[in-house]
């Protein structure tokens, strides 16, 4: 029988089982193959998203500007082209300072499924409000894009994101047993 008082003690590093992080399973602590698989292949499927909407939105933005003159269209065309090319490199350095931030204070693997649970309820009434905002957005839709495109570059570029760095700081103190 245990007593009450070894019951209480530290859990011993070989007893604690290793956190399953959304998206990346338990492949996050050794980071071998199994590892680069899953990024990889998260990254080709948001690549093919990413893809699919930008054909999407580039049609609704060549529907908006066909009823331009040739020059307006040029000019518009020009101007916003430069515009993408600038917010490329915000979307970017946006999400390299926002990553930035996460890991000085990194989630805890229960705040990582907590935090992905609340941005699916979310994104359900962002999907349909997002409708509707697209038709209002068509004259500026290819510099929104490149944000988001800068944004996507970022995060898949990152070496260790900050659910994984949390997940190994909480992983560390519980195999110290403090």
Known sequence: MVSQASSEAPVPASSVQIPSLPGLGTTWYERGARYWLRRVLSGI??????????????????????????????VWNSV??????????WGWVAQRRRHREALLNPPTPEQTRQAKRDRARRNVGLTFAGRGLVLLAAPVLPALVAYAIGEFLAVLTVRESAAEAGARRWLEKHQSGS
Do not use: E, H
Request: with cysteine; net charge positive; aromatic share 18%.
């Open 80 to 89: 916003l082209a430069a515009a993408s090319c600038v917010t490329v490199v």
């Open 45 to 74: 499927l948001w690549l093919a998203v990413l893809v699919f909407a930008f054909w999407f939105l580039l049609g609704v933005y060549v529907g908006f500007v066909s009823g331009m003159s040739s020059t307006a269209r040029t």
